[in-house]
């Protein structure tokens, strides 16, 4: 069982929904990291749950750090965090009922009846809250070195946002919004989507799309570890996400190259391309274009509309109507657990490809890009 992640920059996960708490292990930082708990927090709070738009579930999520942070520095040595669980209802699960499109009927084939079912336990969104303070530690350190991440939601059922423009400022336009989006008035009608959808006890689905600005070219390793595959493997890590594309992604199936292919220019004695169809990448490597991708989010699978399912305790078939506090949509909230894990992505290439300590160099990386 693996819950690690990276190859320089590395991430462990460990907790459960209705355990007692959710956290992460970050090994290989650099000595010298300013942590600052106002942005860990800011990060939480674009996570939290607000309205009815998501779960009833509250937790305050209060960030301790365990290790590794001396005079709000790093240290050098792992950092752990931990988030307390305070807010759970674990009457509301009966084990051996299967939520359809969740994980109780796979994690009972993978643990053998061991599992902590309660609440999707290690499976559960809850854990993504550690990924997030993360994010709170990582997005502030590529800030100092120029590079910017930002997710908003470009569709939710069948209303939509604009793409990317002027990434640069459409990434500042997002940063601390609690509903991401770029286009006035889209949140109302995306509200009242979601809100329609709780209403009917059902969930919806949407699309978000993610930049990531300032990233030097030849970032990536080849084959297995590119910046594609590493993004996409954390990415599908993530509950909920059922597909990734970048740049023109699926769209680029009925193109041909001469309409497609990114021409490359010098001008002021740099390097770029005239569109930005491969968004950013060639070859795993970042070519020092915007990195830009999009994700499906799934409709939420916990409704508590009557469905078919299982109980597979007594093997026999049932009609369900789940209890439980569940988010109508995952779309909003997923958005900082995206950024999160893309920061980590960009801090772990950075540091495979110069080494740990560019994380705290800002001149270095400067000559670079
Ligand atoms: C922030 C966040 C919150 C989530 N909240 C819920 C929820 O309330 N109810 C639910 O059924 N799934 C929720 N999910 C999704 C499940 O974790 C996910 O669907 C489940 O683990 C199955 O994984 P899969 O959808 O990738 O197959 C959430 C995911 C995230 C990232």
Redesign the pocket.
């Known amino acids: 069982m693996k819950n690690t992640f990276g190859n320089s920059i590395i991430v462990t996960v460990f907790g459960e929904s209705h355990g007692m708490a959710v956290g992460a292990v970050l090994d290989g930082l650099p000595a010298g990291i300013g942590v600052s708990m106002a942005n860990i927090n800011e990060m939480l709070h674009l996570?939290h749950p607000k309205d009815k738009t998501a779960?009833m579930?509250q937790e305050e999520d209060k960030v301790s750090i365990l290790s590794g942070v001396f005079n709000n520095y790093t240290t050098g040595t792992p950092l752990t965090l931990a988030i307390q669980n305070k807010d759970m209802h674990s009457g509301d699960y009966q084990y051996g009922i299967a939520?359809p499109?969740?994980?109780d009927y796979v994690a009972r084939k993978r643990y053998g009846g061991f599992e902590d079912y309660r609440g999707?336990g290690h499976?559960?969104?809850?854990v993504?809250?550690a990924l997030v303070a993360v994010g709170g530690i990582l997005l502030p350190v590529l800030n100092n070195l120029g590079i910017k991440v930002g997710t908003h939601i470009l569709q939710c059922g069948s209303i939509c946002d604009r793409n990317f423009e002027i990434l640069p400022n459409d990434l500042d336009f997002l940063s601390k919004r609690s509903f991401p989006v770029l286009e006035f008035g889209v949140e109302k009608k995306m509200t009242e989507v979601i809100m329609r959808a709780a209403d009917d006890k059902d969930?919806i689905g949407g699309l978000v799309q993610t930049g990531i600005y300032g990233l030097p070219a030849g970032l990536g390793e080849p084959w297995f570890d590119g910046f594609e595959s590493m993004l996409s493997h954390i990415i599908?890590s993530?509950?909920?996400?059922?597909g990734i594309e970048f740049g023109l992604g699926f769209a680029f199936a009925n193109k041909k190259g001469s309409e497609v292919n990114d021409s490359f220019v010098i001008k002021d004695e740099k390097v770029s391309t005239k569109t930005n169809n491969n968004g950013g990448i060639n070859g795993g490597l970042t070519n020092g274009m915007p990195v830009v991708f999009q994700c499906v989010v799934?409709p939420?699978?916990?409704?508590g509309k009557a469905q078919e399912t299982i109980d597979f305790v007594k093997n026999e078939n049932v009609i369900m109507e789940l209890k439980?506090?569940?988010?109508p949509a995952?779309i909003r909230?997923?958005c900082p657990?995206i950024d999160s894990v893309t920061a980590l992505v960009v801090a772990d290439m950075l540091s495979q490809r110069y080494g740990a300590d560019i994380l705290v160099k800002k001149d270095l990386l400067c000559n670079l890009v």
């Open positions: 996570r779960t579930r939520r499109s969740h994980v999707g499976f559960s969104g809850r993504t809250a969930s599908f993530i509950g909920g996400i059922k799934k939420t699978a916990s409704i439980g506090r569940h988010d995952i909230r997923i657990v």
